[in-house]
């Protein structure tokens, strides 16, 4: 059966950096306003509300577990009714929430606001825009989900100080009004302007005729496929517990280690920086490398950046190669993440996929940061620290495995 796609696919790949750039600047608003801005916001929501920082946290582990269960499902919409439709919707989902979260006066409206907004989130953030990348370019969507994810990096480097400086002439709540008011007025036009208006597959679900003819036979199907997804979901779902974790307890690490307040702020704001820095590199000298070449040694280096904060007396140095290590492993996991996948199983289904994946890996992350706490206050900082190496060995070991199955198994 003819694709049904070609003539709309090929008319979207001529806007070119229009796309990159417009969906780089709802991911940039998306991430700030539904994930970094609860970072500064959160001790003001608590002291408003009145109770103790444990429920505010909760909320947000409840809305996380809610996101990765709904994953799969917000794949298969995307893939059924296009990013155009479902990433338009998310967006005014999104602000939707975002109010309802302003407006929550009790336990109730807080928690059923977080929910949303995390679900929601499903719809909006990278898994979608990586699905309107290749719904646009097929299999040639690699250096276009590169691009975004280096225009994405700066999501934290904008919104932190924005929401911190915002924070001191409005209330926590007019702020999250404001992000609101981004979704309606920045967000849906340009989802309505530049996405596809449909998915890009025949109505029997096969590939685009264009991808098939691309890699004729270089996708994994029947035993391979299977066990190729459990290795990544179970590689992505690893990074995760160690990416969410860091990201509460990263500063109180490197104090419990031996460094001081400020110069733990400093290392950890050697992160951000590094990730746009792996990921440019990736940009301009990755494309010749196997995408799963590319995750497991990116992989890599998260135990090996975590292993320096175990040698004796934490210092200065270390700390920085390691903030360098992990910051590059992080954000060159949010590539692979997009690339691998597609290199493995195709385009079709491309939506679908990667909600399936990042599933597990969201209630995973939902618990992280609580089960680390006790690990820390249980075991101690070193032995939490070992135990993230180990985790992230595990995950840079599944894929390697899984690279060298693919040598053996695909031309």
Not at 71 to 100: K, N, Y
Request: with cysteine.
């Amino acid at each position: 059966m003819p694709s049904l796609s070609l003539p709309f696919q090929t008319s979207l790949r001529g806007r070119g950096l229009a796309l990159i750039a417009g969906l780089g600047i709802t991911q940039v608003i998306g991430y700030g306003a539904l994930y970094y801005a609860f970072a500064v916001l959160a001790p003001k929501m608590t002291d408003s509300f009145g109770w103790a920082p444990e429920w505010t946290y909760g909320g947000f582990a409840v809305g996380l577990l809610a996101g990765g269960l709904a994953a799969p499902i917000a794949g298969r919409l995307i893939d059924q009714h296009g990013t155009r439709l479902m990433m338009t919707v998310g967006s005014a989902l999104a602000g939707v929430a975002l109010i309802g979260l302003a407006e929550a006066r009790g336990p109730f409206g807080y928690f059923a606001a977080m929910i949303a907004l995390e679900i929601v989130s499903t719809l909006v953030l990278y898994d979608a825009a990586f699905t309107a990348l290749t719904q646009a370019r097929g299999t040639s969507a690699r250096r276009s989900i590169s691009q975004l994810t280096l225009i994405g990096g700066f999501a934290s480097t904008l919104f932190w100080p924005l929401t911190t400086a915002l924070l001191n002439v409005l209330d926590w709540r007019d702020i999250y009004r404001l992000y609101a008011l981004l979704q309606f007025v920045v967000c849906i036009p340009l989802h309505l302007m530049l996405l596809p208006a449909r998915a890009p597959q025949t109505v029997t679900g096969e590939p685009p005729a264009e991808a098939a003819r691309e890699l004729p036979g270089s996708y994994l199907d029947g035993n391979e496929r299977r066990v190729a997804f459990s290795m990544l979901a179970l590689a992505f779902s690893l990074q995760g517990f160690v990416v969410s974790s860091l990201s509460v307890h990263m500063l109180s690490l490197l104090q419990g280690l031996g460094l001081s307040a400020a110069l733990a702020v400093i290392i950890g704001a050697m992160v951000g920086p590094s990730q746009v820095a792996g990921r440019l590199v990736e940009m301009l000298f990755g494309t010749s490398l196997d995408p799963v070449t590319t995750a497991w040694t990116s992989a890599a280096l998260m135990p090996f950046g975590l292993a320096l904060l175990t040698f004796g007396s934490t210092s200065a140095t270390l700390a920085g190669l390691f903030a360098i290590a992990y910051g590059i492993s992080m954000g060159l996991s949010s590539i692979v993440r997009g690339t691998v996948p597609l290199r493995l199983f195709g385009p079709a289904g491309y939506g679908a996929m990667l909600g399936k994946l990042s599933a597990p890996g969201l209630v995973v992350k939902a618990a992280a940061p609580l089960l680390f706490a006790v690990m820390i206050e249980r075991a101690g900082l070193l032995p939490s620290t070992l135990l993230l190496v180990v985790l992230s060995t595990l995950s840079a070991v599944a894929l390697f495995v899984l690279a060298a199955k693919v040598k053996r198994v695909q031309p």
